[in-house]
Antibody, heavy 127, light 109 residues
């Protein structure tokens, strides 16, 4: 059964860059049937989509975060990563990596939902 | 950007009762709507997709309905494990943009 596991620093200083990695187990990140993404949730608040990456390397971001976000895939390690630069306290959140099903194999950007979630990792931004 | 508005913010019911949660979209999204359940300290779990289809392993007491702008999640008879926060979610066609409602907290009365 697919497992998604986030990893990264629990504490980041303001203005620095935060890097998180999602390791995929029992599933290939190169599959043309799925897409991979990041969603965050500030403490006590709702869910915010950050961005998705597809097996071709195509990436789509939330416009509100686009200028600060990088998402990449390492197929040799079967993981994908999130970098968020110039962080502030507003970026303090639980960060989830997710997987979604494409509507058809190879149909880039066709996915609508998030079927599988990692357990989440809390990142606090503080000096 | 399509905005999803959930109501009520909090719903207080007892086990065995019927729960009705609402999600309204700021413009028509056809039937491309999902519902997620989130328990404290856990990741959200997909319950319903395409407005009315149950995800794998989801009990039959959960059902979804609606299309266009108005959607409903119904839990026919509440079990103790159903008390949680529920979110609706949609995706805008192009460019892809995913948004969530603000959530409804279902609490034990």
């Amino acid at each position: 059964q697919l497992q998604l596991q986030e990893s990264g620093p629990g504490l980041v200083k303001p203005s620095e860059t935060m890097t998180l990695t999602c390791t995929v187990s029992d599933g290939s990140i190169s599959s043309n049937s799925y897409y991979w993404g990041w969603i965050r949730q500030p403490p006590g608040k709702g869910l915010e989509w950050i961005g998705n990456i597809y097996y071709t390397g195509s990436i789509y971001f939330n416009p509100s975060l686009k200028s600060r976000v990088t998402i990449s895939v390492d197929t040799s390690q079967n993981h994908f990563s999130l970098k968020l630069n110039s962080v502030t306290a507003a970026d303090t959140a639980v960060y989830y990596c997710v997987r979604g099903n494409l509507l058809a194999p190879g149909a880039i950007a066709s996915g609508i939902y998030f079927e599988d979630w990692g357990q989440g990792t809390l990142v606090a931004v503080s000096s | 950007e399509i905005v999803l508005t959930q109501s009520p913010a909090t719903l207080s019911l007892s086990p065995g009762e019927r729960a009705t949660l609402s999600c309204r979209a700021s413009q028509s999204i056809s039937n491309y709507l999902a519902w997620y359940q989130q328990k404290p300290g856990q990741a959200p779990r997909l319950l319903i997709y395409d407005a009315s289809k149950r995800a794998t392993g989801i009990p039959a007491r959960f059902s979804g309905s609606g299309s266009g702008t108005d959607f409903t999640l119904t839990i026919s008879s509440l079990e103790p494990e159903d008390f949680a926060v529920y979110y609706c979610q949609q995706r805008s066609y192009w460019p892809p943009m995913y948004t969530f409602g603000q959530g409804t907290k279902l609490e034990i009365k």
